[in-house]
């Protein structure tokens, strides 16, 4: 049985996303149990590599639109030959920088839903740069969900210590309350419990948090969004077999002794989960994209345009999102 092919998106060229893909391609006991092809500049890979001391890719192969995945039996880099290598600047917001690592994504999209390749695993991306290529999008996820056919989907982050899956995620505070219904809590409960049987491989239990301070105190605190939205939601979950509870205040859903009491804790907007998710895990945590027909998963850093290309960035969550795109392409 051939290993899965997971393609690498190298992310914003100005950010620390090359050097990552070249640290995850120097060791194989990093990719383990499959094969990594990296969607990149072989240029700009070139030069980091020459400026860090890394090794350089050995194995690089052209882009085009009828590349045979299959047929790249090792670690390996297709060159888009995207960027004008020896004139970029590194830790800048660029729109060339954009649009190569937009051009990343699409190919790597097509790739996946073509059957070519197994599962995606992306870097960072800059939105101000990926604005400045004219490409509206508030990140990856909605990217990722509208090429694929405007699926349901919802953004989970996952590590050993903690994992979070979000009702809203890329929209000011003032948003949210608005986007909080009932049925967008149920389908991001139902999309939690699909993804964690295939990783806890049973039935998980959730939790599920409150939006307002202390869980609304029964109506005290906001406009009754746990009475109203959460807890209905919360309830039909319940009928429909999940194990689930909440919503708990979001302040102490958190501490250690709840924590391995739940696989899951559903989170009602980005901050609410990522801040304790990357106070606990920032090195390992791995964000990956619910509902969609493909693999795809990322680091759960950004670009760090402020150590770029000076041998800084550390390689472990790249490591954990190609080992998380490897198990979910294989169940």
Known sequence: MSLPRIIVTMGDPGGVGPEVCLRLLSDPAQYEGLVPVVFGDAAILGRVAKQCGFPSVKQVVPFSEDLDLQAIDDAALVDFSNVAAEAFQPGQVTSEGGEACYQYIMRAIDFALAGKADGIATGPINKEALHAAKHFYPGHTEIFIERCGNHAGCMML????????????????????QLLTIERIGEVIDLTVAAMRKIRRREPRL????????????GLFGNQEEERIITPAVEAARQRGVHIDGPVPPDTAFLAERRPLYDCVICMYHDQGHIPLKALAFDVAVNTTLGLPIVRTSVDHGTAFDIAWQGKAKVSSMVQAVRLARDLASK
Do not use: D, I, K
């Open 207 to 218: 939790l599920v948090c409150g939006l307002n301070p202390h869980a609304g105190e029964h």
């Open 158 to 177: 996952t590590s050993p210590e903690l994992t979070c899956s979000f009702v809203t995620t890329h929209v000011g505070y003032a948003e949210v309350p």
